[in-house]
């Protein structure tokens, strides 16, 4: 069956790095995505990965191992802005987007 | 660019009146999504259509119906509200050509509230 794995709430302080895992069984993959969802606002876009290996984009970096059904988001120099939630979500062989239900990152000072 | 709004912003609603939430795009993308998002539940897709003139069933379907007569506008019609519809509606499109192209962009949301 479908099933993407998430914590459900994770806590950091400001200035530190944290990693958020992702775990998933889908029916065929054809690709991860990782969004950033304020709190009363749309979830926004932040990273696609296909391949394994490490995007990097700035602060946000997103690993991927497809043997391993494996994804991390990793948020590096955190603040107070970064608190967010965090939804991983896998595009099928159908080409449907599975979703997590996210992980609600508290940044502390 | 809007890229893609909805209305209403927020609604409430009496159990059984037909409501229709509104969504526009003007990205000119091919597919659009209705999902709703209740708290731990994460997002559900209720509709999508992959173009113009077609629409498909997602993961909770019942209770909802939608039409795309046109690229930009893909309206959702509650037919006759229940309380277990109270939710935050999200809107969505995307290219959808494949590869990062699928990435999905949202609206800002409808806030519904069925008593």
Redesign the interface.
């Known amino acids: 069956g479908q099933n993407i794995d998430q914590p459900t709430e994770m806590t950091a302080t400001e200035g530190a790095i944290v990693q958020i895992n992702c775990t998933y069984q889908t029916s065929g993959f054809n690709g991860l995505f990782w969004y950033q969802q304020h709190a009363g606002e749309a979830p926004t876009f932040l990273s696609y990965n296909v391949l394994d290996g490490l995007e990097e984009k700035g602060r946000f970096s997103s690993f991927l191992s497809r043997s391993k059904g494996y994804s991390y988001l990793l948020l590096k120099e955190l603040q107070m802005k970064d608190s967010a939630s965090y939804l991983c979500a896998v595009i099928e062989s159908n080409y449907q987007l599975i979703w997590g239900a996210g992980t609600k990152l508290i940044i502390k000072p | 660019i809007a890229g893609i709004t909805q209305a209403p912003t927020s609604q409430i609603l009496a159990a059984g009146r037909r409501m229709t939430l509104r969504c526009t795009q003007d990205m000119r993308h091919n597919a659009m999504y209705w999902y709703r998002q209740d708290l ?6 209720i509709h ?1 259509s992959n173009t113009a003139g077609t629409t498909g069933k ?1 993961e909770v379907p019942d209770g909802y119906s939608v039409s795309r007569a046109n690229t930009d506008d893909f309206p959702l019609t509650l037919a006759s509200a229940v309380p277990s519809q109270t939710s935050v509606y ?1 809107c969505a499109s995307s290219d ?1 050509s ?3 192209s ?8 409808t806030r519904l509230t069925v008593l």
């Open positions: 731990g539940l994460g997002l559900r897709l999508y997602g999200f959808s494949g590869g990062a699928d990435t999905q962009y949202f609206g800002p949301g």
